[in-house]
């Protein structure tokens, strides 16, 4: 009796964690169609995303110290972190890239490409996290790589190999984010320090909160010199707040909650469906409608990444 009323306790918890994922990768997935139907410059809607992203982690970041009892100068020994800034500039060159990319190729082929991300991390873990990269994950590299040359190739013709290129930047920055922190997490629990763990917990969204003040400050010149005016103004500025708040914000806070409900395996593949809804709403919202050779070489990404996700729950 007590063992059927644990598991159908932890069948619950799992299953409010997989909605907790799909409600974050859901909202994730409105980036694209947002970046494409605000009316402003590109360096300024990356600004302005940035900035309200920035308001809304700052209340939740100090929540979170208040609730754990770590006090401001958690922030203060990870603000002295070399590789949280780093960290920080990763997050600022991911979010950046991407608002660049979608307006320059489709948003299909922004968020294809930047999903190649967790494929770097898998590669790259072993010479910078002393992780073994196994034949799989190899494997996946190339399908992955194999993805993106048919998301190229399908748009070559189109004018589009400019905000390709930029996704691939953006790419870069999404597998620098996680790599980073990892690595700074080995150094600081290496200390055995009570209060290194403590930072240790909070460096994730202090990176993610100084990377969104680096990205707004990037884009102050362009906002500067094209502020958003005319009609179109408050509807721009409610879809940046959204953006901001709802798409970058609040899936952060899910997520985090979710993770600890689920298996790895499970947040890894529910995760999998951003890349799927993305290019959805931006062909209901404004019918762009990426080619045939871009949506094959998404589906090769996302299932590569997919693999990749179980692979590494496996090996845990």
């Not at 100084?210 to 958003?228: C, E, K």
């Not at 879809?239 to 997520?255: D, K, N, R, S």
Request: hydrophobic share 55%; net charge positive; glycine share 10%.
């Amino acid at each position: 009796m007590l063992r059927a009323m644990k598991s159908e306790q932890a069948s619950r918890t799992r299953g409010r964690g997989a909605l907790l994922v799909v409600a974050a990768a859901t909202l994730w997935s409105t980036g694209g169609v947002g970046v494409k139907v605000a009316v402003a410059e590109p360096l300024v809607i990356a600004g302005l995303r940035s900035a309200f992203a920035l308001a809304f982690m700052a209340v939740v970041l100090t929540i979170g110290l208040r609730k754990s009892g770590a006090g401001v100068g958690v922030v203060t020994t990870l603000l002295r972190r070399p590789l949280v800034w780093a960290a920080a500039a990763s997050y600022a060159l991911m979010v950046v890239c991407f608002v660049l990319a979608v307006r320059r190729t489709t948003a299909a082929n922004a968020i294809f490409i930047q999903y190649t991300g967790p494929i770097y991390v898998a590669l790259l873990g072993g010479p910078l996290l002393g992780e073994r990269v196994s034949r799989r994950d190899l494997f996946v590299v190339a399908a992955s790589v194999v993805g993106m040359a048919l998301t190229f190739g399908g748009e070559l013709g189109g004018g589009r190999a400019a905000g390709n290129a930029l996704a691939v930047l953006s790419s870069f920055g999404f597998a620098g984010l996680p790599l980073l922190l990892r690595l700074d997490q080995k150094r600081l629990l290496a200390t055995e320090e009570p209060a290194a763990s403590r930072a240790a917990g909070h460096a994730p969204l202090v990176a993610m909160t100084l990377g969104n003040a680096v990205a707004a400050a990037v884009a102050l010149p362009a906002l500067l010199a094209h502020p958003v005016t005319g009609e179109t103004a408050p509807r721009t500025y409610l879809v940046l707040v959204a953006l901001g708040v709802l798409q970058i914000g609040l899936p952060y806070v899910l997520y985090a909650s979710a993770v600890r409900k689920l298996r790895a395996l499970e947040s890894s593949l529910l995760a999998t469906i951003e890349p799927v809804l993305s290019p959805v709403w931006v062909v209901l919202a404004t019918g762009e409608r990426p080619s045939a050779l871009a949506v094959a070489g998404g589906a090769v990404i996302v299932l590569a990444v997919a693999a990749q996700g179980v692979a590494a729950a496996r090996r845990a």
